[in-house]
């Protein structure tokens, strides 16, 4: 069965400020929520934030420019959250390489315990009448390319407490935005965040523990993360080739707080995975490898 790699992928969040009517001179002013204490208190059921992110690989190979590719892999969707955490998810994908999209856009509609997944790639080899895939709760069930994953509030602070830099961000979608700076390395990541280990699998060692991240984060003047950039480089050294991966991984957040519902199909339309039924003569989808920092290294 094929398995889903996932992570979170990561926000800060926004302070409640409470209006004072004809305080004295004298009064303290309120002091606005830092980025965990806003992210804790986002987390409302029933709502959420919308995401897009984008992650490009750029593959040297035999230690030549010329010999590179470069291959894109597109997500949008909605992240919908529990009363302290990151319940479920709808999120589509699109996987691009030198030659332009590789098959269709995939659905993925997720829940601590079970997901749903629609591949029209696949349909074919389904039964009549079924247009989803049923998947298990022992699969990630918040499939994200970014290693670094924001959503969770104990991420969160270790990220910042890496924090090497502030300065001003510009403005995104309209909103005044701070920046933020530093490097964490994926042992630090592995220790905190349980999306990261869910992506990585046996914990790093030597140069993979150390591995550095580089990353940047926009926060708005409610301190709800904005954009989350983070970048890693990884090589690959044997007795027939070596190879060099240069990753960046950008996403956005949109629409904190919205409304979220996430559709669950209808159980008639839903198949599991022991129902596919290939055809040798039908093409396989190429079997494609999200890099990972650490996992490989």
Excluded at 221 to 234: F, H, I, K, N
Excluded at 268 to 292: C, G, H, K, N, T
């Amino acid at each position: 069965m094929r398995r889903w790699i996932a992570t979170l992928s990561t926000a800060a969040v926004a302070a409640m400020i409470t209006p004072v009517l004809a305080a004295p001179a004298h009064a303290a002013q309120p002091v606005p929520a830092g980025p965990v204490t806003a992210l804790k208190r986002q987390f409302a059921a029933g709502h959420g934030v919308k995401v897009t992110q984008t992650m490009t690989s750029v593959d040297f190979y035999g230690g030549s420019a010329k010999n590179s590719m470069t291959t894109r892999y597109e997500q949008k969707g909605t992240y919908l959250f529990g009363s302290s955490k990151v319940v479920g998810s709808d999120l589509t994908f699109q996987f691009k390489g030198p030659g332009g999209a590789w098959g269709s856009p995939l659905r993925l509609i997720s829940f601590p315990k079970v997901s749903y997944l629609r591949d029209d790639d696949l349909l074919g080899n389904l039964p009549e009448g079924k247009e989803w895939l049923r998947g298990s709760g022992d699969e990630p069930f918040l499939m994200s390319f970014q290693p670094v994953n924001v959503l969770e509030p104990a991420t969160l602070k270790r990220l910042l407490a890496t924090t090497a830099s502030t300065g001003r961000g510009g403005r995104i979608d309209g909103a005044r935005t701070t920046l933020h700076r530093g490097v964490i390395t994926v042992g630090q990541l592995y220790a905190v965040s349980p999306s990261f280990r869910s992506m990585v699998g046996e914990k790093p060692r030597g140069d993979s523990a150390t591995m550095q991240v580089r990353w940047k984060l926009w926060l708005d003047g409610r301190q709800r993360t904005r954009q989350l950039v983070s970048a890693y480089a990884e090589s690959t050294q044997n007795l027939r080739y070596s190879s060099r991966s240069a990753v960046t991984v950008k996403t956005r957040f949109s629409g904190w707080g919205a409304k979220v519902a996430l559709y669950v199909p209808p159980a008639a339309s839903v198949a599991d995975w022991e129902d596919l039924q290939f055809d040798e003569s039908v093409p396989a989808r190429p079997r494609l490898s999200v890099p990972v920092p650490g996992r490989g290294a």
